[in-house]
DNA sequence: CAGTGGTCTAGACCACTAG
DNA sequence: TAGTGGTCTAGACCACTGA
């Protein structure tokens, strides 16, 4: 781009020569950080820019549709593209299995079965997955530990309707969250954090004196647009959740 | 796609007519989660795909870009495509401005600023930053009240030499992140989210029982470059942050 | 070094929606 | 209803990387 009709050298010498789209994108985005254009200001139609930019349509399209995946601009099709007034900028959170958390920070992650069973569904469970309480559900809790010390407790309600043999998974190998990868996936995923208290079992199992603050990670999933199932995580307080823009 | 000569009904009939791209996402999709491909398993080459979805390159590599950017799959240049072995999947976590979460929540939203001024970087903000200890900066503390009732706690800390002017903003309008968007949008952001005992003033500004657990999250923000600030942002217990797939 | 994905072009049709 | 973005095509060159 930006050249006229020599072969162009790809881009003069500089840096590391940011592909065409990235260019654009990395220029419109300094130009709202600058204050070039303000909160709600329309930006030049997709025909223009690619022709100030010396492109195509297709290219500054590219750069324009990433921007607003990311929550900087909003676009819609006959009132062009506009900085975005409320900036819900879009994080992006990690959702690893959960051994994989343990090892990318460094510390051996192993785990242990506390219970595991079908049982009926509890009706504070039931609510959040628009289930039935009493609905026949396998209940698994596992505590991971990072260098053999309790890093999260996990504590999961399964349809085994949604997840045929879960009750017959091996959980000595690898986690449950691992059988359920391979066996029954999930295609849409809710997740809610909050910090409670830790009573009871959780207190005991991450080895907390009671009452202490606890994260949890509360995370519903669904398969074939049916619940399958429930994960509460419990992470010793200070544990971080980690996200970036 | 999957037409042969005639002008092509647009998609015969059943639904809303989706786009060819997301179709083919959604039905290379449906083959992983029904297991027919199993994790760490190759796909065809765009090319092959193209041919037999019968569309062009381009089509397919779009859906196949979505799927890697969501972590579904993972694509090498040579290597080809091949189903994510580990599904570090991406979750969207909204982060959108103070008042207008409380708003969302159905609340009306009023902000009272308990202190504001300069003072010297507390070493462990300074820590977290990576900037010298006793640096002169801004701090601002905000309660944010749902229905006049407390909500949230905003404690925030602001390099003013990034952000000019901030010593003076209007915090008597709207919080002063809407003054920081205006006057010093940051260009990238990181979010740790962990659970602590409501302490002094946070318990007592919030009105709860202290060592009751607190929801923190900590965003640290940069801008050129450079390190903005840092927030951090108390809940009251049980208030959760919503993130989906 | 050869194969695969990453990206760009030039052009076209269409869907949504603001005025 | 007209203007804008959303998407597709057909083809091309190039960058990265596995064998």
Redesign the pocket.
Known sequence: ?TTPDKPAP?RAAGR??L????AIRADILSRIQSGDWGPGSH?P???DLAASY??????V??A??DL?EAGFLE???????RIAENPVRKARLDVPLLAEAILRAGHTATCRTLRAGMRPLPAAVARRLGRPAGLPVFEVLTLHLADDRPHFLEHRYIDPRLAPGVEGADLTASGIDVWLLHNAPFSRLEIALSAVPARGEVAEALNLPPQSPCLLMERASWRREQPLGLLLLYHAAGVPVLAHL
Request: charged share 40%; with cysteine; aromatic share 4%.
């Open positions: 781009m790809k590391k020569a592909a065409p789209w990235r930006l139609k997709e025909v010396g492109c195509t349509r297709s290219t399209s590219r324009l549709r607003a676009r819609r099709r006959k009132g062009g593209t």
